[in-house]
């Protein structure tokens, strides 16, 4: 069982940066494949970045690469998104995900634990 809690939501202009952070629960981190997600009003839950546990290579939506990192510190517990050039698209409720199993996923259901979300918005 993992619980997650998101933190470094906020209001941003066009432009600016911001960092979340997701602190998880549970001894065994650092073998779950962390992610995140995101949800606009009115849109389905979006996969925008995920980071396999074992080899650390990491997976972007198309329409964040270039401007997103996601990161892990596996002794903190805790995974990072690094949200730079933001832009008002990016308004959304950003969720971070864990699984078990090996490998990321962009389909929301094959993961199994989720934090509450912290809200972004991006505007001048």
């Known amino acids: 069982q993992v619980q997650l809690v998101e933190s470094g939501g906020g209001l941003v202009q066009p432009g600016g940066s911001l960092r979340l952070s997701c602190a998880a629960s549970g001894r065994t981190f650092g073998s779950y494949t962390m992610g995140w997600f995101r949800q606009a009003p009115g849109k389905e839950r979006e996969f925008v970045a995920g980071?396999?546990?074992?080899?650390?290579?990491?997976l972007y939506a198309d329409s964040v690469k270039g401007r997103f990192t996601i990161s892990r510190d596996n002794v903190k517990n805790t995974v990072y998104l690094q949200m730079n050039i933001l832009k008002p698209e990016d308004t959304a409720i950003y969720y971070c995900?864990?699984?078990?199993?090996?490998?990321?996923?962009?389909?929301?259901?094959?993961?199994?634990?989720w934090g509450q979300g912290t809200q972004v918005t991006v505007s001048s």
């Open positions: 995900a864990a699984r078990p199993q090996l490998g990321v996923r962009t389909d929301r259901r094959e993961w199994n634990y």
């Open positions: 980071s396999h546990w074992k080899t650390g290579s990491t």
